[in-house]
């Protein structure tokens, strides 16, 4: 008899499989709870978590220890730590998810044919969801609590820098689960760092992965576009403009382009390139431009507004469709609604584009021109934000075009089935 | 000076590159078109395809020719064939689908945040729809005006028997754009049979193609699952069930599952599983069963079927799972609703599943718990489909779990942009 040991390849293979199955029967067990099943086990979760918080932060530690060692960055050190505030503020999120309306089973639509057949159709879980993200611990229980809400099981795969974090509050989540008498395998934590686990979720685990959520940088999105053989439900870039119309009251534009670019400059969110019309631009420029300096904010401009704000350094081709997640800002004087509509379809990354004016027949052209996720009047770009939109919590925006655009709160982690009442109808 | 001559593959990427930029541009500008725009169209399209039968009819004759020389099956040269009542069906369908309500500028959902801003979710088209499918030339029309009605450029790629029927009704539905000022390349047919064209527009015609709808046999499915790299709203099996429950009415069963299996075999709603109940095997299995042979149903049933009804073949595994697409059914006897339940849930595809009884609390549980994209109570399975739900026409019945599940008329072919009107707001 021969006996052989399975290679690390094919072991992580069928554990990876076990998570899917596992998944599966869970997501199946969901079905059969009740929303208030669900809000208890949420409630629950976010006890555990404020009750294993020394064990969180110890956890942290090591991540913290080790990350230190790798010689992270400072910005990507602050994502990565936790302390005692912030591990309440984990606690609160899971319960404001806890306090959202469940999403499941609502009747989206009824109604009956002439033959008598009644057509109703239900909101239902997607089933499985498998979510990659990048280095905040936060997202563990985030992701893990919204898939719960909705109905969902999650298989989460963490940054490798957060694993021993994750691992604490997914412990945390299990403990709570499990006292509750709900199937812990709601959400699992893949356990290992290796990178081939990804794509095992990416190839969807033999049917069990419904859909991948990806929450990280462009390689992550890249290799999660390449690879996937299951639905994504991702977000490329936030590529956002806003447009200072002739008719904008000037104070409003101080305001919202120096808040959409400079109140958090790393958020998908935040301004990239100010469009502003030829007919104002010698007039306002000059005070947004001061604005933004004194803020703290590098200008790029091209010829037209460097000819008004000569400071400026040139923007070329590529600062058009660069993201640059920090303090610099691109700016183009354009001709009016028309020259903005045109530079929006050339360069927007469809995420969110917004406009400034009083005159509101040019505010709704645009509106329904500019064919972006989030569309704004006279609000900062800022508020791409699910929390903002009143969702509550979000496990991204998704900047595709099926499914879910914008904020992916708990309502957009559903789909529906039709249920059909008859009383004996055959098709003629 | 070298000229170089493109290869053929370079030449039809090309050629594919330029089809998906010509769509891409004809998307925005049916963005720009109102309701009344796109129901004029329909309408044009209609009576054009109803002037230039004499020519779609000589194309067809084309089309059947080379068909009967390379040997297809009756069957499928019925699928292809175009008689002056056919095409003025066609006619007829674009005509209907003239008079479904404008899916488009819907407002899904509006509601304010306390800061005063004002959000509206608003239906929008999915952009760029690519369709594969194989020989019925009545797709071509209706898939393209499908696409129109919803205010998306379709890229159609139609199987290689049917092209010159396809590029007939191409023309005449060019020829109604153009007279009616609207973009002829909102529906383009790809011109070559090279297979290598469906290769081009799974990559997704760099970024221009938003979503792939396929349309065909199991080896076209599985080739879209394997190399799309754009989402795609698809269709896999409908191994569809009927549980007769131990208070199904008799009448209603017998004449439910002969319509549900008999009324036509090739449809994916056709049943392929008959599940009874065991308190009631012995007393109406036998009726049932008589009356799907005298219909032509060939039987197979497991042991507990057989002992009942002995002149069955015997049903394996792979009976559960197959999709039979033909005058055949599977039979198993279960021990109530949890037998048929827990058959389901192994064996289903999740496209259609029904249930008949008179208890309404047995049926609400099978409603609930059988998690397929359509569920029946008393109703055949020959239902699913989009005419029967009031759609007006349909693209297919979508058995994946994003974006839409069951029938997938105008209104599936849309999603959502999130419009925000504000009066200045900055987010704090």
Redesign the interface.
């Known amino acids: 008899m021969t006996v052989q040991t399975p290679s690390p390849d094919t072991a992580l293979a069928e554990t990876m499989l076990d998570m899917g199955a596992r998944a599966r029967a869970a997501s199946?067990a969901l079905?059969?709870l009740g929303p208030d099943d669900r809000t208890r086990g949420l409630k629950a979760i976010a006890a555990a978590i404020r009750t294993a918080a020394p064990a969180i932060l110890e956890a942290n530690k090591q991540d913290m220890d080790a990350a230190r060692k790798k010689g992270l960055s400072d910005a990507m050190l602050d994502r990565l730590a936790l302390d005692a505030a912030r591990v309440d503020g984990i606690a609160s999120g899971v319960d404001a998810i806890a306090g959202l309306p469940d999403p499941l089973g609502r009747e989206l639509a009824r109604?009956q044919?002439p033959n008598g057949?009644d057509?109703a159709r239900v909101a239902?879980p997607?089933?499985v969801i498998g979510i990659i993200y990048e280095s905040r611990p936060n997202v563990t229980a985030d992701a893990g609590t919204l898939c719960l809400r909705s109905g969902n099981a999650a298989i989460l795969r963490c940054g490798s820098e957060s694993t021993h974090s994750s691992h604490a509050l997914v412990d945390a989540m299990h403990a709570a689960l499990e006292a509750e008498g709900l199937p812990a395998d709601a959400i699992q934590l893949v356990g290992t760092t290796d990178r081939a686990a990804v794509g095992h979720m990416l190839s969807g685990l033999d049917g069990q992965v419904?859909?991948i959520v990806p929450r990280g940088g462009r390689s992550l999105v890249e290799r999660v576009?390449?690879d996937a053989?299951v639905?994504?439900?991702g977000h490329l870039e936030g590529l956002c403009h806003m447009y200072v119309d002739g008719a904008a009251?000037p104070q409003?534009a101080v305001?919202?382009v120096v808040?959409?670019k400079m109140?958090r400059t790393g958020v998908c969110g935040s301004l990239e390139t100010l469009l502003i019309d030829a007919a104002v631009a010698d007039t306002l420029l000059p005070g947004i431009a001061s604005a933004l300096v004194e803020a703290g904010c590098e200008l790029r401009g091209d010829a037209r507004a460097r000819a008004i704000v000569p400071g400026m350094k040139t923007a070329t081709e590529e600062d058009w469709g660069t993201e640059y997640l920090a303090p610099i800002l691109a700016i183009a004087v354009v001709d009016g609604l028309d020259g903005a509509l045109a530079h929006i379809?050339r360069w927007s990354s469809g995420h969110t584009d917004s406009i400034v004016t009083e005159d509101k027949d040019v505010?709704e052209r645009f509106?329904a021109?500019v064919?972006?996720?989030?569309?704004?009047?006279?609000?900062?770009t800022?508020?791409a934000?699910g929390g903002?939109?009143?969702f509550g919590a979000e496990i991204g925006i998704a900047t595709?075009?099926?499914?879910a655009?914008?904020p992916v709160g708990a309502e957009q982690l559903t789909?529906?089935?039709?249920?059909?009442?008859?009383?004996?109808?055959?098709?003629p």
């Open positions: 199946r079905g059969r109604w044919q057949l057509f239902v997607l089933g419904d859909v576009q390449k053989r639905p994504v439900i009251d409003k305001d919202l808040n959409a109140r379809e505010a509106l021109r064919d972006s996720a989030i569309v704004l009047h006279n609000a900062s800022q508020f934000d903002e939109f009143g595709g075009r099926i499914h655009r914008g789909i529906y089935k039709y249920v059909v009442r008859g009383t004996g109808q055959t098709r």
